[in-house]
Structures are given as structure tokens and as C-alpha cells.
Nanobody
Framework: QVQLVESGGGSVQAGGSLSLSCAAS????????MGWFRQAPGKEREGIAV???????LYADSVKGRFTISKDNAKNILYLQMKNLQTEDSAMYYC????????????????WGQGTQVTVSS
């Protein structure tokens, strides 16, 4: 049974940084397309970064240069480092896995975590 458990969310002031983690069980992160998505109230779930089994990465334009996705294959953990956070980055952040086509579209992904909240204040 696949489980994805996010952690690391919290509250930060604009310009600050946070790091999110996603601990995976039931699958090997090095072999799967993994991704981070976010969803703010009243908005659709937005794909922000994906990384495939070969390490190829795609970012949404809204986070390029500020967010970094990575995997620790030994620990089976997916990370998202977020810098220069802005108020518009406030959302529930979700870890995902299992896309056949590794692209930042929610419909492509099979497995989801429960999410971790990120709140950025001005």
C-alpha cells in the first residue's frame, strides 16, 4: 500500500523560506515520477514541480528560481525547498507520485498525500 506523508509546512513572512518533505512507503521514489502540487481555497490544484526517475525536472513558471524539488533515494523522501516566499504561495501543498507521463498535471498522478499547509504573511 502506497503512503505519502508530507511535513514541514507552517507560517512564514514574505521573503522567508520553508522546506517540505514527503516520506514515501510502498513505492521507491527513485523509480517514480514524483511531484508537488498546491491548492489555495477556491482555486484548482496547481502543479508546481515534478521530477522523474531519471532526475528530469519541470517547474511551473510561478516558482522557477525560487523552489527546488529533489529526492533522497536512500531515505525514500521527496523534498521541496521554497525560498523568497510570497503571499500568493499560501496554499495546501501536496506530494504526489505515479504519473505515467511526468508532467505537472494533477490528473496524471495516481497517489497523493494528505497535504501540509503553507501560509505566507505580508
Amino acid at each position: 500500500q502506497v503512503q505519502l506523508v508530507e511535513s514541514g509546512g507552517g507560517s512564514v513572512q514574505a521573503g522567508g523560506s520553508l522546506s517540505l518533505s514527503c516520506a514515501a512507503s510502498g513505492l521507491i521514489v527513485s523509480s517514480y515520477c514524483m511531484g508537488w502540487f498546491r491548492q489555495a481555497p477556491g482555486k484548482e490544484r496547481e502543479g508546481i514541480a515534478v521530477i522523474d526517475g531519471g532526475g528530469r525536472i519541470l517547474y511551473a513558471d510561478s516558482v522557477k528560481g525560487r523552489f527546488t524539488i529533489s529526492k533522497d533515494n536512500a531515505k525514500n523522501i521527496l523534498y521541496l525547498q521554497m525560498k523568497n516566499l510570497q503571499t500568493e504561495d499560501s496554499a495546501m501543498y501536496y506530494c504526489s507520485a505515479g504519473a505515467r507521463l511526468c508532467a505537472p498535471y494533477a490528473a496524471y498522478f495516481r497517489y497523493w498525500g494528505q497535504g501540509t499547509q503553507v501560509t505566507v504573511s505580508s
